[in-house]
Nanobody, 117 residues
Framework: QVQLVESGGGLVQPGGSLTLTCAASSTVFTIYHMGWFRQAPGKERELVARILVNGRTEYLDSVQGRFTISRNNNKRTTTLQMNTLKPEDTAIYYC???????????WGQGTQVTVSS
């Protein structure tokens, strides 16, 4: 069992920045592909960004160039740096971990991001 705890959400004005952090309880953090998903009211949950165990990153087209995902294997954390935020980025953001090989996955509890003036 892996516990994921997100932090860093909040209210920010359009054009502003936020940094989300996900801390994982697993001592074998390096075997997990890490990702950030989001879900806005009335919409399906979507993948925003993910970073694989080999360090390769993938992004949703609408956040490419604005968001950056990274991981620190020593600290067992994944960070999503979000710049030039837009109102359409408003959603609950969830951290996700998927074990390389088995595919077993875990979710965090989510953190609210609101972009509004």
């Amino acid at each position: 069992q892996v516990q994921l705890v997100e932090s860093g959400g909040g209210l920010v004005q359009p054009g502003g920045s936020l940094t989300l952090t996900c801390a994982a309880s697993s001592t074998v953090f390096t075997i997990y592909h890490m990702g950030w998903f989001r879900q806005a009211p009335g919409k399906e949950r979507e993948l925003v960004a993910r970073i694989l165990v080999n360090g390769r990153t993938e992004y949703l087209d609408s956040v490419q160039g604005r968001f950056t995902i990274s991981r620190n294997n020593n600290k067992r954390t994944t960070t999503l740096q979000m710049n030039t935020l837009k109102p359409e980025d408003t959603a609950i953001y969830y951290c996700n971990a998927v074990a390389h090989g088995s595919g077993q996955y875990y979710w965090g509890q989510g953190t609210q991001v609101t972009v509004s003036s």
